[in-house]
């Protein structure tokens, strides 16, 4: 599968707005709590999406897939709001039973954004290579 999540380029996937991409959140098989914490950050989803020009539903389907939208408590504690799972220290990480440190930050939104960026510096080759979401979503 080739999926092109850069927003620049001619056959990327499309670009989605706020309602559309509230439709497929509202739609999702999602708890509650999911779909309220997406819905949280759709606004700033749209804004991301054409700053960094990394499709929103890509990075929608990442978390989804990593957190299920921040509800899945397994990896790292839900109090970093880490749900993209990004391992560093930043403001002070987080330290699991493993001895991993996490990211930790203050909100979802400013989760979504570091991954939106951290999206946006890679080589998107490397995101989608061999990669488990794209068989998962």
């Known amino acids: 599968l080739d999926f092109d999540v850069n927003t620049d380029h001619q056959k990327s996937l499309p670009k989605l707005n706020e309602n559309q991409l509230k439709q497929i959140v ?29 499709n929103a539903v890509f990075i929608m389907a990442v978390i989804k897939v990593e957190s299920d939208w921040g509800t899945a408590k397994e ?8 749900w993209a799972i990004i391992y560093g220290n930043l403001n002070g990480g987080y330290i699991d039973k493993l001895g ?38």
Do not use: G, H
Not at 107 to 129: K, P
């Open 26 to 54: 509202n739609n999702s098989d999602a708890t509650q709590e999911a779909k309220d914490n997406m819905l949280s950050v759709i606004p700033d989803l749209v804004k991301y999406q054409d700053q960094y020009k990394v």
């Open 100 to 137: 991993q440190s996490w990211n930790k930050y203050k909100n979802f939104n400013e989760a979504t954004e570091d991954f939106m960026f951290q999206a946006a510096v890679v080589e998107f080759a490397l995101i989608l290579r061999d990669s488990k979401y794209i068989y998962d979503i």
């Open 75 to 82: 990896i790292v504690d839900s109090n970093t709001y880490n």
